[in-house]
């Protein structure tokens, strides 16, 4: 990691074996990042059973313990932000947190565990993820559909703002 650059720390801990949506989404977004002169450097969580082939163990990483969406994360991930500094972080998902020790962008892919979540779910979107983007430096989405339905959500609970749209690869 250079000095001269600031750090932006990416949430990679949903990478696994089993392959998803979202992981493929943010190893897209990180060898799109490697190909670029970028202003900031870089520096993603990587989970254990990050593949040991992943691009992502090629890129300036940490090895994070911190099981994702696991309830322990609400308190644990900001405690390792705060450790690693950062001058930006980024969650990729709906993975959110209470409180962040420095600013952050959050992407939303879609409100299907809204629409179709147990009860825990549809409460993690309307305390912790709406509490999350209304103090978001920015908000991502993934198509210009999903991005009408989660404004149009947040309208419903009393804010307005932009959603900038990043596709999948």
Not at 130 to 151: D, F, G, K, T
Request: charged residues 15%; positive net charge.
């Amino acid at each position: 990691m250079s000095a001269s650059k600031p750090k932006i720390v990416v949430d990679a801990r949903m990478i696994n074996a089993q392959g998803h949506g979202i992981s493929l989404y943010v190893q897209q977004l990180a060898l799109g990042l490697s190909r670029l002169n970028l202003s900031y450097e870089p520096l993603y969580l990587v989970a254990p059973d990050c593949p040991r082939d992943s691009f992502l163990r090629k890129m300036a990483h940490v090895n994070c313990q911190i099981p994702f969406l696991h309830p322990s994360e609400l308190w644990r991930l900001s405690a390792e932000i705060k450790r690693l500094g950062p001058a930006l972080f980024h969650t990729p998902s709906f993975s959110s947190l209470w409180n962040y020790p420095c600013p952050h962008v959050q992407t939303v892919h879609d409100l299907n565990h809204l629409h179709f979540g147990d009860f825990a779910k549809k409460a993690y979107y309307r305390f912790i993820l709406l509490r999350s983007l209304r103090r978001a430096q920015a908000v991502v989405s993934v198509s210009h559909n999903s991005a009408l339905e989660i404004r149009s959500w947040l309208v419903d609970h009393g804010f307005d703002l932009e959603i900038q749209i990043v596709p999948n690869a």
